[in-house]
């Protein structure tokens, strides 16, 4: 039998976020496998309410466990390693990622009981890693969280880049930056790199990047000249801007606090590891609320209007003691994600009602993106000049576009999003099947397939209002007493000026003193009529047609 | 008693949308009223799940309907007409707007059952409208839809300019260009200007505005260049871009078709009452269908990426026989409104998955705002040398930003948001009284209050899902079998395997076993023992607390 070099993406390809990524090799049916990260997309109220984390529904992972050879991370996004400690249990394979985002999952998979060592911390080029068929190693790329690899899959059928998310950015002030010679080694050992699997995040983004250390120069600038207290938010992990930022406040003159919790540990991380040195020192809350405001700045979390983080606590009045005040500025070091706008945009008038002034990136003189730009994917085909080019980590109209790009130039490119197993042993990509690639949510502490129908169960109360009626039944199937109908998320009274639950009422007990015994003995039928009937007087009051639930009880001697 | 000149923002104050505004002139708390636009603003899921629209709450204009001269409406955008059919029964005054405005509100209160001639048609500045102590005319300004118009009205204590909706357009394609000229007079006659109220949308946007007429030439070669069929969306009520996109379609040798109802309207509406002349014809969807798809073009609603507009339909597959294929083309010649980001992106790759190519504005090749940037706001600020501004149309921020630059300028501005009555008799400004402002919610056929709680619970079931207990107890107070628990929204397994439904039942029913009849026979106490339960057993089980609703029932002979 054939061996074949498959690509399968689970998760992160036909959307940006929640990145899970399959290569295998051997005969058919029987690759040996390993996965590229395990990340979380996360829930909103239009499609998940209630929904705490949303990752990739690794059915086919689990039924294939027993051909995982290991499981690596390439960077510690929550796009990219969020989903590991919920995940793990299922999969139970070696995890290999570089210190620092080794060490941030090991913390992770401590809080979820899961033993450390799980995480195997691996140096980067040129040690290589063993898998079965595989042999893999961490290439380091600039992107916006330190020590971000993309990775070079050695397989019998060919080379394979697995780009993971980068920029090209030759000082990246924190981590390693893009070497293009080191890139040029690997597109020119052995037979070349057969296939590229990038990134596409910004393929719609016509100029070239720009390095993070653009920044430090117009952030010092906008620093030193505020009177007031400095509050700038920006990514968490983005290790390198907390530098800049703190670095700015310093030299203003400025004591520098970090609020959050995900900061601080992103910070003491990336020290822990040595990937972050001379970070200024900065103070406590405790010590942060005495210092004048003209000498202090705080960086917090929450660029993206996250109702728990510093910024919106701060949004809404004191937090851990301090609070902003007329001539205060408020910095976005940040661009926002799509779909954050809503929650962005209400604490920077929750500012504006303090009197803050709020400063936003101004189209890029604050914040730089992490991902590579059109003309940088080009570059890199250029650089790499794969055989085949595989778009990933974009949504479908990214993918596409890439994929345009890449044939443009005669290499051999394929969009193929979630679910779709790619043989990459030939010339050309080639569609071999399809996977049922679904999604799964982290509810609570229960893990719910998208379609199990609970979440939609959600959405239709929310937008329909509920109706809740219990009736009785005697022995001999007479209703006793009136059926008690109650409301929930429904106007209380409707047109005719009467109380809508009492209306409903009525209409049942009417129906029931004169319904047939074959209704009133089949729990089904009562159930169909006295929910036609809710929907019924509730279209004709309150103009909706809410979900209703019945609960029929049957007294039995 | 002294007479005084107020003004009281009920709605867009504080927020772009609902615009509703107050002017009052007279003894303290006698004032003779006029009110200026009753505009909706729409739902989301995230704040108001189910809501089919917003607007102001006019609690205080209801309460003052006796007072209240006049209602006049300054432009055809839902965000300043579309309340008006909800709310007019409530205020019954007369409301008077320009021809195009006024036939599409007619339009609206005829669907709502009431006579259309309670809008009176006027003629624009010469004509002056009196109302009470107050003389008003329309003044034609440009914006993104025919014959928008400031209100100028004069009043005892002096002039004020209501800009409405406005953008410096010399050349807006339909409707009026905005005439420095005409402005100057105004602002000449008598004492001049004493308050300019200003829209404040687009002040944070540093270039000036650019005309209507600048997108001709760019979108008749895009179309042109084009091999497939063509869509193009824009909103429904930007007559001048209908007229610029059909004249491009037209130009590239292509049948035209408008797809959706407002499109359509606006259309019909905007040659009827002659501010639309010229309009390439166009063709039904029925003989769209049989036209080479090269020589199509369709022009559609659902800029914003509504569910339920053409653009969404097409998205999804056949509308009215028409499908896009590969190598067809979609235009947004629009901009997306922030919170509407998902929806547009949603169909973007609904789109590309088809091969579709998807070309959005540009940077502003293919679309320009309807609203006055910084730079003409100042324009106008200097051209009618106000002693007061008033920012309106904006959030927080933005009238906070506009009303700085007014003050950097040694006009005397105000923040007045929504609720916040003005004086403005004196040289300064006074805030005299707040409101109680809230907004109303449109909810099926019923209109409920923000506050009411309603769309609370809606979203409390969205977010933590819905336990309903049902109990029935007998003669002496004893449960009559176990307790019934239905699931709404919930995993049904959780921790243990065992289904959550009975795993509350087994505990509900061991409390009900042991509970002391002080507890059996209060409705309240068995209610909270049994949600305590309820929650209890899921926070274990699934990790939520969820909503809980208990039925108590009790048989009684």
Redesign the interface.
Known sequence: MNERLIYLPLGGA?EIGMNAYVYGYGPEGKERLIVVDLGVTFP???GT??VDLIFADLEWLEDNADRIEAIFITHAHEDHIGALPHVWGKLRKPVYARAFTGRIGQLKLEEAGIPPETITIVEPRPQTISCGPFTVQFVPVSHSIPESSALVIDTPAGRVVHTGDFKLDGNPIVGEPFDPKLWHEIAKEGEGVKVLVSDSTNVFSPQPGRSEATLAEPLAELIASQKGMVVATTFASNVARLKTLAEAGKAAGRSVCLLGRAMKRMVSTAEETGVLTGMPGTIPAEEAVEVPRQNLMLIVTGSQGERRAASAQLARGKYLGLQMKEGDTFLFSSKTI??N??GV?RI??S???M?VD?VDDHGGLYHVSGHANRPDLEAVHDLLRPKILIPMHG???HL?EHAKIGAGKGIASEVATNGTMIDLTGDVPKVVEYIEAGRTYL????Q?GAM?G??R???R??????V?V?V?LDEEDQA??EP?V?L????K???SGAPLAEQIEDEMTEFLDRAPVKILSNDDKIDEALRRIARQVSMEE???KP?V?V?T?R?ME
């Not at 509810?443 to 229960?446: A, F, K, P, R, W």
């Open positions: 036909g909103d109220m239009d309410p209630g799509p779909g706008e809503r945009i920077m008038n500012f504006s009602e009197g709020v949504e479908h109209r596409r509810d609570g502490s229960v719910i199990d609970v979440v169960d959600r959405i109360m929310a937008l329909n209002g509920l809740l219990t009785i006793l007493g008690w109650e929930m998320g429904l106007p009274v409707g047109r309150i103009g909706k979900e639930i609960v009880s007294l």
